[in-house]
């Protein structure tokens, strides 16, 4: 624990010097193009089943939970996925769109309930149709399938039967999942990721209440929860998560990956964490911070427990893993990804662990501070997000430098028929710019994906927010696609074009 401490101390030290001349240099540098990464290296973008398929109700598809919560109301807009981007008979001309704009690779995740609409047994026909179609139509224009396994939609049946991720019976179905999707795309799909960032649909959906299944418990949550124990449930989400990915894991090397030469790798929410001044508590606030946060998950996949500080602010809450358990996690991860976004300040806030009821948030002991509100005008003064650099930095340092993929990495705005995204375009560009900083000083990077491609059911926000680079019209019947400023310009960085956007 000490090194850790004294590796973290030293990174902070090396961030500040390397923001310090990123700063100096930013206008000094040379617009960057596809060619100055190395050529092995994938670029790409992504969306998710329930975000952008639609065809909710149709050919066999059964209802997952985010299904449920949806028509509950669920989104700030109380909006559903039931039509999105109706990908599911679009799929051609987005494929299309995919080619024009030049990705080498496209994320997209499989949806359980369309392919087996009971959580477990048979196999739908319809469902396996349209991914083996999609899969088909990507790989006959050159384009990598990333395929995420888990991004947010358990089927209803099976929360209803036991509580779907709060039971150990979920680690056996979502095997059995994972065995269909081996064997029946695994000749043409090379990169699996079990789940997406488990991290944050754990607290979410059994700490705050906000996410399916929308459980919470008196006085953490933010919404009147019907049942949940948010001191507890999320540690034990993530403990059978973790047991899941090591068994869908453990099932492709076995049985696969000799033949189907892939990869197998988990998906996490990271944020760059800065401590919000230079005191020791901060400085030690923000290494517990990323303990709660990275280490959570990454730890038990790469050294087979949860870090310290975690098991010793959560106590007897946090369930422990067995010898065996801890040997089948370490080294089962072939990648990590991650979903960037943007840097969090952090500052100590012991007070929290006065409480005779705890939950996660109150476990790690810290309050976060969003400094990106105060930052210049876009426009005005460089935009400098060394946050990519950094988070990529820390994991070099904390992991032994695992081979990493960049799942999500976007900017929010509001979702209206203006295709002038000027600010997306500085934002992807300044962190592209960061990411092959990152990949200069020896950061193990394979691939990078923009979010999102179109503009997508967002699963917080409905219809009312947007990531793509593609305008979605939600308001007409053909739900028409139109490049914005930002699909030209990944388009022309993609294709070698050397332009920059005056940052």
């Given at each position: ?8 101390t ?15 240099q930013t206008?000094?540098r ?5 060619d ?5 290296f ?17 050919d066999?598809?059964?209802?997952s ?6 028509h509950?109301g669920?989104?700030?807009d109380?909006?559903?996925g039931?039509m ?12 299309k ?5 030049g990705l ?8 359980w309930?369309r ?5 477990r ?6 469902g ?51 065995n ?8 043409r ?23 399916p299944?929308?459980h ?9 929860c ?15 998560i973790?047991l ?33 001044t ?17 280490g959570?998950?990454l ?24 010898p ?11 990648f990590?990804?991650?979903n ?16 005779d ?19 210049p005008i ?10 990519m650099?950094g ?5 070099k ?13 976007g900017?929010?705005t ?5 295709l ?11 962190n592209i ?13 394979k691939?990078?994906f ?19 680079l ?8 053909d ?7 930002s ?5 022309n960085f ?8 005056n940052?």
């Amino acid at each position: 624990m000490w090194k850790r401490k004294l590796c973290w101390t030293l990174f902070v030290l090396l961030i500040v010097a390397m923001v310090g001349l990123g700063l100096a240099q930013t206008r000094a540098r040379e617009p960057i193009s596809r060619d100055d990464f190395p050529s092995h290296f994938v670029f790409g973008s992504g969306t998710s089943a329930y975000q952008v398929e639609g065809a909710a109700s149709e050919d066999g598809r059964s209802p997952s939970f985010w299904d449920t919560f949806a028509h509950s109301g669920g989104a700030m807009d109380k909006s559903t996925g039931d039509m999105a981007c109706d990908e599911y008979h679009k799929y051609k001309e987005d494929v299309k769109l995919m080619v024009d704009t030049g990705l080498e690779a496209y994320r997209f995740s499989i949806s359980w309930s369309r392919l087996i609409p009971n959580g477990r047994g048979p196999v739908n026909p319809k469902g396996l149709q349209y991914y083996n179609n999609l899969i088909n139509e990507l790989t006959s224009h050159g384009i990598q399938p990333h395929v995420t396994l888990f991004h947010y939609d358990l089927p209803q049946t099976l929360e209803d039967e036991y509580k779907g991720w709060l039971s150990l019976k979920i680690v056996k179905d979502f095997t059995a999942f994972a065995n269909v999707c081996f064997r029946e795309f695994g000749d043409r799909v090379s990169h699996w990721t079990t789940l997406n960032e488990p991290n944050v649909g754990n607290i979410g959906g059994y700490d705050l209440g906000i996410f399916p299944p929308a459980h919470c418990s008196s006085p953490f949550g933010f919404k009147n929860c019907k049942s949940g124990n948010s001191s507890v449930e999320p540690y034990i989400v993530t403990h059978n998560i973790l047991l899941a990915h090591a068994s869908v894991a453990r099932l492709y090397k076995k049985k696969y990956q000799a033949k189907q030469q892939g990869f197998v790798g988990i998906n996490i929410f990271a944020y760059y964490l800065v401590p919000s001044t230079n005191t020791t508590e901060d400085i030690r606030a923000t290494q517990r911070a990323n303990d709660f946060y990275i280490g959570w998950l990454l730890d038990p996949l790469v050294f087979g427990d949860y870090p310290e500080t975690v098991k010793k602010n959560a106590g007897s809450r946090i369930p422990s893993f067995t010898p065996r358990q801890s040997r089948q996690l370490k080294g089962s991860s072939d990648f990590f990804a991650l979903n960037y976004y943007f840097t969090m300040y952090v500052k100590d806030d012991p007070s929290s662990l006065n409480h005779d009821q705890r939950d996660y948030m109150r476990d790690i002991a810290i309050k976060l501070i969003n400094k990106a509100r105060g930052l210049p005008i876009p426009g005005e003064l460089p935009v400098i997000p060394f946050g990519m650099q950094g988070v990529l930095e820390y994991i070099k340092q904390a992991y032994d430098n695992p081979p990493i993929y960049i799942h999500e990495n976007g900017l929010e705005t509001k979702h209206n028929d203006s295709l002038n995204d000027m600010s997306r375009v500085k934002y992807l560009e300044g962190n592209i710019e960061s990411l092959l900083l990152a990949v200069r000083n020896g950061s193990n990077v394979k691939g990078y994906f923009t979010w999102s491609f179109l503009d997508v059911y967002e699963l917080f926000y409905g219809y009312q927010s947007s990531y793509g680079l593609y305008y979605v019209d939600f308001n007409s019947p053909d739900l028409e696609r139109y490049p914005k400023l930002s699909a030209h310009w990944y388009s022309n960085f993609l294709k070698g074009r050397r332009r920059r956007s005056n940052i």
